[in-house]
């Protein structure tokens, strides 16, 4: 067997059993131990990347004593996409002296934001207040690619509909 005949079988059986099975198959990975079945290990590993486990939370705060009004945030599960959204959008804030994020490594999901304020406000009243109005500029995004999208989906409809009745 060539090998784009064992790229192809490997592929169909990746599709038809599961990358565990392929991969216990192949004696890249052994069967849990912990009675649980190789289903059910695949679908955890999926999802373990965004989903929380038990007991961990999404974001904590510790304050950063180094300097005067800053809090360090610790987000799981998260990446650059967050990670720099957010420290964008704060530096923008006008009682916002400094924002900035960073990832330890690209194999840990975890963004370590560090925000400091003027003072005025705590880093946390300002990230909740980004946070707000991020979701609504993202809702309207949404709302408004729905619109553009429907009515380019009714043009061509229209247009397929009058070449069909014979229109130019």
Same mark, same amino acid.
């Given at each position: 067997m060539n090998a784009p005949d064992s790229v192809a079988v490997m592929a169909a059986c990746f599709c038809e059993l599961g990358p565990i099975a392929v991969m216990q198959a192949a004696g890249q990975v052994t069967p849990a131990g912990d009675g649980a079945s190789a289903d059910k290990l695949e679908r955890r590993d999926g999802f373990e990347l965004f989903i929380l486990g038990d007991g961990e939370k999404k974001i904590t705060e510790t304050p950063f004593t180094g300097m005067a009004n800053t809090s360090d945030f610790l987000m799981l599960k998260e990446d650059h996409t967050l990670g720099n959204l957010l420290a964008e959008h704060l530096k923008m804030h006008p009682k916002i002296l400094m924002a900035g994020y960073k990832v330890a490594h690209p194999n840990v999901a975890e963004v370590l934001l560090r925000v400091q304020t003027d003072g005025t406000v705590t880093p946390k009243e300002v990230l909740v207040e980004v946070c707000k109005q991020l979701v609504a500029t993202l809702?309207?995004?949404? /709302?408004?690619?729905?619109?553009?999208? #429907?009515? /380019?989906?009714?043009?061509?409809?229209? #247009?397929?509909?009058?070449?069909?009745?014979?229109?130019?």
């Open positions: 809702g309207h995004l949404s /709302r408004e690619f729905t619109r553009e999208y #429907e009515l /380019r989906r009714m043009a061509t409809a229209g #247009e397929q509909q009058q070449q069909q009745q014979g229109g130019f």
